[in-house]
């Protein structure tokens, strides 16, 4: 088998702490996060250094065995999890867990790929500054991961996707050459950007194994915000306002009231933030970096006006951190919420951002009428034309099984028409690989078959990921 | 001769209008920027919307012609300069001159490639906006030579280079297929960014045919002032003081006391901005959107604070807008002033910010000392850690035919070894590409050569330019 010798050759090299191949020590990191897709592999290669990747990547071409780069496994579209045939075996990226510098002038700090976006973001923050991407994962994925998928969250609408915030890439490339992108150059004009290549390219390019990651000051002050309103052309029409005064805003989300009404209904101690009920929510969030700005006051005027103006119906500040974080909590517990309701069949889908709200009227619309008895709705990060669009069993039987492919197809047949795109943050990975076959233009598809194909020629890099 | 066929094939398609065989109307456009390289062409085609391009394109692949893609002609690479022995044809985009879109709430422009910058700068200036790349060749320059070298400028220090003000691209890919990235999307996670690999790609990979810009608020004031300082490393002290107190400036300019020298001897109606002379210089530009700042005495008190702390000797602020021009004249007409001494050498190159203090007092030492008689000076963005390194024949004789090559090698095996970049913001095109492939590491130099050779397998897109 190519695989025993690959694995006799790396243990060789490397010693035996590199490699695992007990069954019960693989097991928890052949399921993705979801619990969707069920892989196999016979080994799990740990290495420590970008030299030891370099290595094991080496050994790997020789051996023309395919390895999928895993690192907190979080990740949404089954993108590092193995082939079922136990073809593949895991490169995790976790031993590499080193941060290797922080520099608060250059605001840069330099992550190896197995760092846990938490533990960056707490070691930032003894420096007094802040690394603003989070997600729910945060505990978990790490930055090798949020780089290899470009990854989203709910501070995109100040600070950009996770491609906005990279300063430079250290990779190894298929062919075990190690890619240095950590040289600290603000200005490098010398050839295609291989740093960008490799972010979002799901590890099938080469495997990450650290990032420059671009900082900013530590929040001083926070205002959270929650507030009522009519539909969401009026939610935009709210953030638009709020652009045109402020550039604090940062978080701006979309909450439906039956969404709302699920999370009071099934996650204990919520309660919601208004007296009347709404048909749509928006949780917002403000930020300033020096304290004493009187940022609540100003964005306490700014939801006063824009309720005069008929923007909003109602609103209210949280008046601590902890009815911030439980303003928060109501956002961030719509899926678990849902899912207490039966199946759900989630949807991370983006249109235009002024296209938005009408979108989000006419697929819910169109998408009830097609499957009677289903419900959809959306949520999410509406100033980034980015929302979770799900749809709910409702008192359709057998869901998943019968309507599952029929409704996504339906979905992303609608964010096609409307030119948006069907993987807004979370990638394509394996589940949604057929789908940017079937939909995307022929010569997108030619030309990412083409780079996959030159830089992977043997395709040993995450098989079955991304494109075919 | 299959370049006939090729012309002949494009009139029928799209009329005699699309395609110019007038050698004296051919003429101007062989010859680069700064009269470095003449290249030689039967045709140069004028197509007037993306799909012409594509229509050109298809019929180029059929007939195997290549094509130099071709803007304001303004570039510092002769990236733009077709070959020699006439196997390829000018594809110029300045017919393709219309901005397309201003969306004042979204702070996006569309503009095709063949927009002038300053024509970019006026339109959206009357929206209140501001694109705020600006460089030198800005009434000459067009949009989509931009965004194909990736320029920089004068405002990289707040806004970043042309990628990142971009939000998407559309060109035509080598084998007539039309990639549109001006989708509006924020958030697009569907495989490998095609945008990002355009964006730098030097015409070698397709031809970018319109682009979506970010915009910014327009300037509401502005505060230009000029400092005298002992040495580089104080002038970036000074930089990493002001960024420590304020987000305000957007451009910092090192300029030596000498090449001052220079401009006041040669250029008609300059002055010393301080009484007294000063080893090296500051040009400091900052900036506020909103009027009633109060930016002018914020720079004063932090200049005197920074004139205490012993960063800088002495400093002025402009007191107009036209003493403010008069600041940025004395910088911008250095390489002018270097041509009346004489035959100079143009290194454009980057270090780590950090790192460049250090390197151009050593790299001017050991330049003038393997070089006798030379006179080697560096002047320009410090704040990027990106100068450009200059040296002047100063007593040697037949400079450029002697020593260029040499003096050109020894610069970039000095910035190689600093761990810089031999093309800051330039570029490889024709005049850099020995050298990149002298200098780079073999693992690079293959992924730039498997990349080229897979979406461009006939060669047909910029050819000699960039990677052989």
Known sequence: MATDAFIAQVRASLGERAVITDPAAIEPWLTDWRGRVRGSASAIFEPRSTDEV?????????????????????????????????????????????????????????????????????????NGLRFPLTIGSRGSCTIGGLASTNAGGTQVLKFGMMRALVAGVEAVLPDGAIHDGLTGLKKDNRGYSLDQLLIGAEGTLGVITAVALKLVPAVAERCVAWAGTDAPE?????????????????????????????????????????????????????????????????????????????????????????????????????????????????????????????????????????????????????????????????????FYERDGKAVTRFVDDLVTAAGGSISAEHGIGQLKRDELERLAPPGRIAALRAIKQALDPLGIMNPGKLVA
Chains 1, 2 share one sequence.
């Open 234 to 398: 009026k939610a935009l029409g709210l953030l638009r306002f709020l652009e045109a005064r402020t550039s604090a805003v940062e978080g701006f989300e979309l909450v439906p009231g039956d969404s709302l009404d699920l999370v009071l209904r099934h996650i204990p101690g919520t309660r919601a933030p208004l007296s009347e009920a709404h048909p749509w929510h928006v949780l917002l969030e403000a930020t300033s970096a020096s304290a004493g700005s009187g940022l609540a006051a100003d964005i306490e005027s700014m939801l006063g006006e824009a309720m005069q103006d008929g923007l909003i119906a109602d609103a209210v500040i949280a008046s601590n951190e902890s009815q911030a974080d439980a303003f928060w909590k109501l956002r961030d517990s719509i899926s678990e919420a849902e899912r207490s309701e039966g199946p759900t069949l989630a949807h991370d889908i983006s249109v235009a951002v002024d296209a938005m709200p009408g979108f989000i009227l006419s697929a819910k619309s169109e998408v009830e009428r097609a499957f009677p008895g289903a419900i959809a709705s959306a949520f999410g990060h509406l100033g980034d034309g980015n929302v979770h669009f799900h749809v709910r069993a409702g008192e359709r039987a057998d």
């Open 54 to 126: 370099a290595t094991i990547v080496t050994i790997a071409a020789e051996h023309r065995v395919p390895m999928v780069p895993q690192g907190g496994n979080t990740g949404m579209v089954a993108g590092a999890t193995p082939p079922g045939d136990g073809s593949a075996v895991i490169l995790s990226l976790r031993r590499m867990n080193r941060i290797r510098a922080i520099d608060p002038a250059a605001r840069v700090a330099v992550a190896e790929a197995g760092v846990i976006l938490e533990t960056l973001h707490d070691a930032v923050a003894e």
